[in-house]
């Protein structure tokens, strides 16, 4: 088993920014896809950024050129640099993982066994 546990979240005023961490414990390999999706109340889970273990990465149309990515091996931690932030933004962000070998380069397209607790995110106008 995997455990996710997501840090960062809060309330920022538009155009600011936020880091979110995610910290993976448990039965992780070297080969995966972690992610972040996001939900705000009424709207349905969103895909926002995705990272494969080659490094690959891919976001949603919405957050590109606002989000980044990346990701700390030796801290079993992937982040989530949000900048300009929109109130649009504002959701529960949550980790989701998957331990497998990929053929493509789109983590977002493929189903996630793990997920944290989420954090969430507000942003105001």
């Known amino acids: 088993q995997v455990q996710l546990q997501e840090s960062g979240g809060g309330s920022v005023q538009s155009g600011g920014s936020l880091r979110l961490s995610c910290v993976a414990s448990?039965?992780?390999?070297?080969?995966?896809?972690m992610a972040w999706f996001r939900q705000a109340p009424g709207k349905e889970l969103e895909g926002v950024a995705g990272?494969?273990?080659?490094?690959?990465?891919s976001y949603a149309d919405s957050v590109k050129g606002r989000f980044a990515i990346s990701q700390d091996n030796a801290k079993n931690t992937v982040y989530l640099q949000m900048n300009n932030l929109h109130p649009e933004d504002t959701a529960m962000y949550y980790c989701?993982?998957?331990?497998?070998?990929?053929?493509?380069?789109?983590?977002?397209?493929?189903?996630?066994?793990?997920w944290g607790q989420g954090t969430q995110v507000t942003v105001s106008s």
């Open positions: 990272l494969m273990n080659d490094g690959s990465t």
């Open positions: 989701a993982a998957e331990f497998r070998f990929y053929h493509d380069s789109n983590c977002l397209g493929h189903d996630f066994s793990y």
């Open positions: 448990g039965n992780t390999s070297s080969s995966y896809c």
